[in-house]
Nanobody
Framework: QVQLVESGGGSVQAGGSLRLSCAAS????????MGWYRQAPGKQRELVAV?????STNYADSVKGRFTISRDMNTVYLQMDSLKPEDTAVYYC??????????WGQGTQVTVSS
């Protein structure tokens, strides 16, 4: 089992920044990929960014150059700069294990006003 606890969401004006954190506990040795997803009202959950155990990363085209994912031990971060109103969503932390299980955090709201 893996437990994920997120923090750092909030409200910000367009152009501002926020930093999300996600602390993993439990069977963290099984995690090989961690990432952030988001879900806006009326839309499907979508990938924002992932980071693999080797350090490689992938980003959604919509956030490239503005968001940065990083990992330090059992915590993954999402630095979000130049935020836009369309970034408004609930952001979820995800941990994917070597045996194919996915774990999710409780979600944290990010609201960007114009």
């Amino acid at each position: 089992q893996v437990q994920l606890v997120e923090s750092g969401g909030g409200s910000v004006q367009a152009g501002g920044s926020l930093r999300l954190s996600c602390a993993a506990s439990g069977s963290i040795f099984r995690i090989n990929v961690m990432g952030w997803y988001r879900q806006a009202p009326g839309k499907q959950r979508e990938l924002v960014a992932v980071i693999r155990s080797g350090g490689s990363t992938n980003y959604a085209d919509s956030v490239k150059g503005r968001f940065t994912i990083s990992r330090d031990m059992n915590t993954v971060y999402l630095q979000m700069d130049s935020l836009k109103p369309e970034d408004t969503a609930v952001y979820y932390c995800n941990a994917h294990t070597v045996v194919g299980y996915d774990y999710w955090g409780q979600g944290t709201q990010v609201t960007v006003s114009s």
